[in-house]
């Protein structure tokens, strides 16, 4: 590796009779120690303290891509830590640009992304004894319950094990968000180069493999050999954790039916035969034993009770996971497997042997009579076309594009625009389809779509509600610029879930409601993207596959009726609703 000595520091002279010692200083610490560990990408906003680290980590070969807002620059190194099961990283600078990045720590550590947020920050005496410094904030405190760790440094010499800590902290175990806290003083300290070089610690096997007990094991096999009606339920833990000839090994070898989690599409290609996606309330209320594989039984799931469920105490739940903590967090977990996935997997393989019984044969053909009945009626659905066009038409058109690309990307937010997309659109390859996730949070579009694009180099496809896509819309000023081959596709029906509500006082327009007819290609189109408004499946289709070949970023306006969503899409009974005076 080479070292990143700041040049004017060296001895300038060579006549020199006793030269100076080279020195290195805080910037290129940091620079080199993110770099000793293969950190090559920053994700960012720059500003005081932290502009001339970016133009430094540039002038070193890093890649700096500069955001509009630093929540989405978070995005985006979270989504970055998803796809390399290696921490992404976020710049930002002190505390407001350090508080918009907080969201997507907090998002990224729910999520067990791994991810690092630096922030540069003010003087600590001054901080301290809160006497006002500029953008003063203890930024430390308030970053700690938010992430899995939070670091700061104060001297030069111990950036590098500042960096490694991080680095360990995001990936070993459950992944999660990490925060930094540099102060800007930090930057300009010097020190001996060689010393410097000493300080820096490249971390060894940054996450371990966590070997499952063998006794753990055989407990899972024996509750499942009893099932009747098994289950698995792959999670995007599973997808995370890169194991994906185990984990389709184990599907297949135990032939057992498996819904996947939003994020685990793909894991297995959703027009496998097991799959069981378009039978999911069938299967997860008549399932005996349940396997979850880097899933947990949070909200997403019903928290494993509840009508979703049927009756109570029908199920036996076996759970694979890295966190022990997470057993038993909802309901009984009857037959707990911690450790990492591969490893789990791996040891379940092993366990079940090359005789393992075929799942019953009777719980297999009902589920895929479901199945088939779930799927013609979805068919007749997809081919309706309108003008406008409703969910339906448009998803229909889009699902084909996914069926030719199977490589590309998929970034889906929004409220009807992410439930439909997600029970439409098949997935064909593992992390692909990248989405609102563990806490459904609307504002990760653009961040997603050019971390996306900058980690892998495929299309992205960015499928976007209409209020979705405002929370980050700027970022269409960052894909043009860095041209990355980014296609938004806008479900535009004019607001939030829909755009026909009225103020019943007739001075406004309703608080989910939206301009009338506004054209969001038109922002693509200010900054050199290519806008195209598209009311039909049919010219939707043409746009969305021209913008995909080209590789040119590309916003398409799809004119959806505003009459076609419902409240706040699948999840309409988490809103509470007054009972008294209703409109
Ligand atoms: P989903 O929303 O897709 O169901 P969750 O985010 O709820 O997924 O669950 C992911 C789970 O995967 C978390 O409990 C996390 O601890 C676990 N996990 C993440 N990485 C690994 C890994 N490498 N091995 C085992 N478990 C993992
Ligand atoms: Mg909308």
């Given at each position: 590796?080479?070292?990143?000595?700041?040049?004017?520091?060296?001895?300038?002279?060579?006549?020199?009779?006793?030269?100076?010692?080279?020195?290195?200083?805080?910037?290129?610490?940091?620079?080199?120690?993110?770099?000793?560990?293969?950190?090559?990408?920053?994700?960012?906003?720059?500003?005081?303290?932290?502009?001339?680290?970016?133009?430094?980590?540039?002038?070193?070969?890093?890649?700096?891509?500069?955001?509009?807002h630093?929540?989405?620059?978070?995005?985006?190194?979270?989504?970055?830590?998803?796809?390399?099961?290696?921490?992404?990283?976020?710049l930002t600078?002190?505390?407001?640009?350090?508080?918009?990045?907080?969201?997507?720590?907090?998002?990224?550590?729910?999520?067990c992304?791994?991810?690092?947020?630096?922030?540069?920050?003010?003087?600590?005496?001054?901080?301290?004894?809160?006497?006002?410094?500029?953008?003063?904030?203890?930024?430390?405190?308030?970053?700690k319950?938010?992430?899995?760790?939070?670091?700061?440094?104060?001297?030069?010499?111990?950036?590098?094990?500042?960096?490694?800590?991080?680095?360990?902290?995001?990936v070993?175990?459950?992944?999660?968000g990490?925060?930094?806290?540099?102060?800007?003083k930090?930057?300009?300290?010097?020190?001996?180069?060689?010393?410097?070089?000493?300080?820096?610690?490249?971390?060894?096997?940054?996450?371990?493999?966590?070997?499952?007990?063998?006794?753990?094991?055989?407990?899972?096999?024996?509750?499942?050999?009893?099932?009747?009606?098994?289950?698995?339920?792959?999670?995007?833990?599973?997808?995370?954790?890169?194991?994906?000839?185990?984990?389709?090994?184990?599907?297949?070898?135990?032939?057992?039916?498996?819904?996947?989690?939003?994020?685990?599409?793909?894991l297995?290609?959703?027009?496998?035969?097991?799959?069981?996606?378009?039978?999911?309330?069938l299967?997860?209320?008549?399932?005996?034993?349940?396997?979850?594989?880097?899933?947990?039984?949070?909200?997403?799931?019903s928290?494993g009770?509840?009508?979703?469920?049927?009756?109570?105490?029908?199920?036996?739940?076996i759970?694979?996971?890295?966190?022990?903590?997470?057993?038993?967090?909802?309901?009984?977990?009857?037959?707990?497997?911690?450790?990492?996935?591969?490893?789990?997997?791996?040891?379940?393989?092993?366990?079940?042997?090359?005789?393992?019984?075929a799942?019953?044969?009777?719980?297999?053909?009902?589920?895929?009579?479901?199945?088939?009945?779930?799927?013609?009626?979805?068919a007749?659905?997809?081919?309706?076309?309108?003008?406008?066009?409703d969910?339906?038409?448009?998803?229909?058109?889009?699902?084909t594009?996914?069926?030719?690309r199977?490589?590309?990307?998929?970034?889906?937010?929004?409220?009807?625009?992410?439930?439909?997309?997600r029970?439409?659109?098949?997935?064909?390859?593992?992390?692909?389809?990248?989405?609102?996730?563990?806490?459904?949070?609307?504002?990760?579009?653009m961040?997603?779509?050019?971390?996306?694009?900058?980690?892998?180099?495929?299309?992205?496809?960015?499928?976007?509600?209409d209020s979705?896509?405002?929370?980050?819309?700027?970022?269409?000023?960052?894909i043009?610029?860095?041209?990355?081959?980014?296609?938004?596709?806008?479900?535009?029906?004019?607001?939030?879930?829909?755009?026909?509500?009225?103020?019943p006082?007739?001075?406004?327009?309703a608080?989910?409601?939206?301009?009338?007819?506004?054209?969001?290609?038109?922002?693509?189109?200010?900054f050199?993207?290519?806008?195209?408004?598209?009311?039909?499946p049919?010219?939707?289709?043409?746009?969305?596959?021209?913008?995909?070949?080209?590789?040119?970023?590309?916003?398409?306006?799809?004119?959806?009726?505003?009459?076609?969503?419902?409240?706040?899409?699948?999840?309409?009974?988490?809103?509470?609703q007054?009972?008294?005076?209703?409109?």
């Amino acid at each position: 590796m080479g070292l990143a000595i700041a040049p004017k520091l060296f001895p300038v002279d060579s006549n020199e009779a006793t030269p100076e010692p080279a020195l290195t200083d805080g910037f290129h610490l940091v620079i080199d120690a993110l770099k000793l560990n293969g950190i090559n990408t920053i994700y960012g906003v720059p500003g005081i303290p932290i502009t001339d680290l970016g133009r430094k980590m540039q002038a070193c070969g890093m890649r700096v891509i500069s955001f509009r807002h630093e929540q989405n620059a978070g995005n985006a190194a979270a989504i970055a830590g998803f796809i390399n099961k290696a921490p992404g990283v976020c710049l930002t600078v002190s505390a407001p640009g350090f508080l918009n990045g907080l969201t997507a720590l907090a998002n990224a550590t729910t999520n067990c992304f791994p991810m690092i947020l630096i922030s540069g920050s003010s003087e600590r005496e001054i901080v301290d004894l809160q006497q006002g410094d500029y953008e003063e904030m203890d930024q430390l405190a308030i970053a700690k319950p938010l992430c899995k760790a939070a670091f700061r440094v104060l001297h030069a010499c111990d950036i590098g094990i500042a960096v490694a800590r991080a680095y360990r902290a995001a990936v070993s175990g459950r992944p999660g968000g990490v925060y930094l806290d540099l102060p800007a003083k930090l930057f300009s300290q010097t020190m001996d180069a060689l010393e410097g070089q000493k300080s820096l610690v490249k971390v060894i096997d940054a996450a371990p493999a966590q070997i499952p007990a063998p006794a753990a094991i055989q407990r899972a096999l024996d509750v499942l050999k009893t099932a009747q009606r098994p289950l698995i339920v792959l999670g995007k833990g599973a997808a995370y954790a890169q194991a994906d000839e185990a984990v389709r090994a184990l599907v297949e070898r135990s032939g057992i039916p498996y819904v996947p989690m939003s994020m685990a599409k793909g894991l297995l290609p959703d027009t496998h035969p097991q799959s069981a996606g378009a039978a999911r309330s069938l299967v997860l209320k008549d399932a005996d034993v349940v396997l979850l594989v880097g899933a947990r039984l949070n909200w997403l799931l019903s928290h494993g009770k509840g009508k979703t469920w049927g009756a109570p105490g029908s199920k036996k739940f076996i759970q694979i996971d890295i966190e022990p903590k997470e057993m038993d967090s909802n309901v009984e977990i009857v037959a707990p497997v911690v450790g990492d996935i591969g490893s789990c997997v791996e040891a379940l393989l092993a366990g079940m042997g090359h005789d393992w019984p075929a799942a019953p044969a009777a719980w297999i053909a009902t589920v895929n009579a479901k199945k088939q009945e779930n799927a013609s009626k979805m068919a007749a659905k997809l081919a309706k076309i309108k003008s406008p066009m409703d969910f339906h038409g448009a998803l229909g058109v889009l699902k084909t594009v996914i069926a030719n690309r199977p490589d590309a990307m998929l970034v889906n937010e929004g409220a009807n625009t992410l439930d439909l997309a997600r029970g439409i659109i098949d997935m064909y390859q593992p992390r692909k389809r990248l989405d609102v996730g563990t806490w459904g949070i609307m504002g990760i579009g653009m961040g997603f779509a050019v971390a996306a694009a900058v980690e892998t180099g495929k299309p992205v496809l960015a499928i976007e509600g209409d209020s979705a896509f405002g929370f980050s819309g700027m970022e269409v000023e960052t894909i043009c610029r860095y041209n990355l081959p980014v296609c938004i596709v806008v479900f535009n029906n004019n607001g939030i879930y829909r755009g026909t509500d009225t103020d019943p006082t007739g001075k406004d327009l309703a608080p989910t409601v939206f301009v009338q007819g506004a054209r969001y290609d038109k922002m693509m189109e200010a900054f050199g993207g290519v806008g195209v408004n598209a009311t039909t499946p049919d010219e939707l289709l043409r746009a969305v596959n021209e913008a995909m070949d080209s590789g040119k970023p590309t916003l398409i306006n799809a004119v959806i009726d505003p009459a076609a969503g419902t409240e706040s899409g699948n999840i309409g009974s988490l809103n509470p609703q007054s009972v008294i005076g209703k409109k």
